[in-house]
């Protein structure tokens, strides 16, 4: 397994170098020059925090983007976008280490709340910060806290996130966009110190600087846009209240459709997913592995040009060793 993970690694190293060799062969850099040229002056209309204008033929029409799939296309050199989302979630069971559902043992709720600030660097580069507030609720749990607290609640600043997307292929009738992807996970939010009667509500970060490298594609198949990523992460150890640890590395796995309805309104779907393995380097994983697939259907409403919003209901509905939630979704972008 553990070489399997060292060519699945490479494989996405190799997909992420490789088209750019195409940037220092004159023909090509010259076509490219050429169709930038053709498409100077035209008009530019907004579609979420990643719209750029598509290439001559089918126009794409704009959209909201998924919630939480990423896109692919950067935004514009020079432009700035903010996204909101929060989520009320629900637990309703917990997965087992065999992939059933099993009693939560109380009443959990999870309140988030991500900002998501971008700016687009220049051509074909974006830049993006997360931070995400995170509130806990546990109520009538069946294992009492050592005072006999039986419901608690915590919130905080979770773990930040920093990401640089580049686009190595720029969308044609043929092709999709593929954009390369860089990212960093900052352990920011209360991870250890924990407080035993606050019963686990106060447990809102990782602990792990996580760093991930994958590929971001899109495409307007139409009347249909599709959205995929592909992203390896790598967890460095770090030490909680129950000593030291070696998180395992996980793959992330998103799809998304929409259809445009009308020109206001956009039907999506999304399919998300994480999957645990062992680790490329460092010492032997000592966590138990987790993988979580989720849905979330969802309606996009685009209220302007430059301002959209969208709500949606994401549900998990096959995983192990995690909490199995209901969690109501609302978003919103205004790109400036």
Known sequence: MRSVRIWVFLLTVFCLVYPATGWSNPAVAAEEKEKAGAQEGAPEEGRGEGFQPEPPGEECPSTFGPIITDTAIPLEKGKFAVQPTFGLGFVTNRFSPNWRRVSARGDFQSFSMDYKFTYG????????????YRHNWAGSVNDPGPQGERSADFGGIGDVNLT?????????????????LFATDFPTGHFRHLNPGRLGTDEIGGGAHVFTTGLNLSKYVKPFIFYGNLWYSMQTDFTDDDGRKHPRDYVTVNLAGEYPITKKWVALLELTS???????????????????????????????EKFALALGVNLDIMGKNGDTTITPLLSMVYAF
């Open 121 to 132: 660097l220049w051509n074909n580069l974006e830049v993006f910060v997360v931070i995400p």
């Open 274 to 304: 994480f999957w645990d393995g062992g680790r490329l380097f460092g010492h032997k994983a000592n966590v138990a592995p987790g993988a979580l697939l989720s849905l979330m259907p969802a309606i996009e409403y685009m209220a302007t």
């Open 164 to 180: 640089f997307k580049y686009r190595l292929v720029e969308e044609t009738e043929a092709r999709p966009t593929v954009t390369a």
